[in-house]
C-alpha cells in the first residue's frame, strides 16, 4: 500500500498523527514520549513512527516546509492510510503585539495567500478553519498544563523571504502568527471529512528581531508538544 513518498504499510500508521515539519523533530518526539516507537517511513528522510502514548497508538511524521509538501503528505495520510486526525506541531514567527517568543499559538483559522483552494473550484473564497474536536481538546490539555496560548488566527504564507513586507498588514487584521502549512493542512482534512489542527510555537518575533536556534527548534518546544500528545488521547 505504500505511496511515492511513504513506504508504510496499511496498519502501520495511527489513526491520529502529529506533524511536524521537521522530520527530526518527529524523532525526536518519537523517542521521547512514544512507547515502544517503530520507523514506519525514511523514503526522502521524511521520517514516520508510530507508537503508543498512555497506552493509545499515537503516529508522528515530517511533514516538509511549506503547503504543497503538508499537501501530498496529508493527503496520503487522510485518503490512503486511513489516518482521521492530524495535528500539526510547528513553528511561527509572531505577528500580534502581544504574542511573546515561546508562546503556543492555536490556529482556530489559517489565513493564506497560496491559491491552494484553486483546485476545488469554489464560487467564493474558502476560509480554512481547524476541527472543534482537536482544538477544544487541546485548549483544555493547555490551561490543564498552565501553558501560556493564543487562540485566533494564523497566516499560511507560500513565501519565506517575502518581497512585499507584508507582516504589518496582517497584524492589522488580528494575525497572531505566521507559518506555512495550516491551510493546506485544513483544506485537505475539510476535502476528506477529516479533523486536523495546527499548534505551534513561536519561534522567532520577525517584527522584534527576536528568534530561537535550529537546535531549540528542534528539541525544545514541549510545551507544543505535550499539549498535542494529550489532545491525541483525549477525543
Known amino acids: 500500500m505504500s505511496t511515492p513518498h511513504n513506504n508504510a504499510k496499511k496498519g502501520d500508521i495511527a489513526k491520529t498523527v502529529l506533524m511536524p515539519g521537521d522530520p527530526l523533530r518527529a524523532k525526536f518526539i518519537a523517542e521521547n514520549y512514544l512507547t515502544s516507537p517503530v520507523c514506519y517511513n525514511e523514503v526522502r528522510g521524511m521520517l514516520g513512527y508510530t507508537g503508543t502514548y498512555k497506552g493509545v497508538p499515537v503516529s508522528v511524521q515530517g511533514s516538509g516546509m511549506g503547503m504543497p509538501s503538508i499537501g501530498i503528505y496529508s493527503w496520503e495520510l487522510y485518503n490512503e492510510y486511513e489516518a482521521e486526525n492530524i495535528i500539526?506541531?510547528?513553528?511561527?514567527?509572531?505577528?500580534?503585539?502581544?504574542?511573546q517568543l515561546r508562546d503556543v499559538i492555536i490556529g482556530m483559522s489559517a489565513s493564506t495567500n497560496s491559491a491552494y483552494a484553486s483546485q476545488y473550484n469554489l464560487p467564493g473564497t474558502y476560509a480554512p478553519t481547524a476541527s472543534w474536536k482537536l482544538l477544544s481538546a487541546a485548549v483544555r490539555a493547555a490551561e490543564e498544563k498552565g501553558i501560556t496560548f493564543h487562540v485566533g488566527n494564523i497566516f499560511s504564507s507560500d513565501t519565506f523571504y517575502d518581497d512585499a513586507d507584508s507582516l504589518a498588514q496582517w497584524q492589522k487584521m488580528d494575525v497572531l502568527g505566521i507559518e506555512m502549512e495550516a491551510a493546506a493542512l485544513y483544506m485537505n482534512a475539510a476535502r476528506a471529512g477529516k479533523n486536523a489542527l495546527c499548534i505551534l510555537?513561536?519561534?522567532?518575533?520577525?517584527?522584534?528581531?527576536?528568534?530561537?536556534?535550529?537546535?531549540e527548534r528542534q528539541t525544545t518546544f514541549r510545551d507544543m508538544m505535550e499539549i498535542a500528545l494529550?489532545?491525541?488521547?483525549n477525543i
Open 201 to 215: 510555537t513561536v519561534s522567532d518575533c520577525p517584527l522584534k528581531g527576536l528568534s530561537t536556534t535550529a537546535e
Open 230 to 233: 494529550e489532545t491525541a488521547v
Open 88 to 99: 500539526r506541531v510547528g513553528t511561527a514567527g509572531a505577528v500580534a503585539d502581544p504574542v
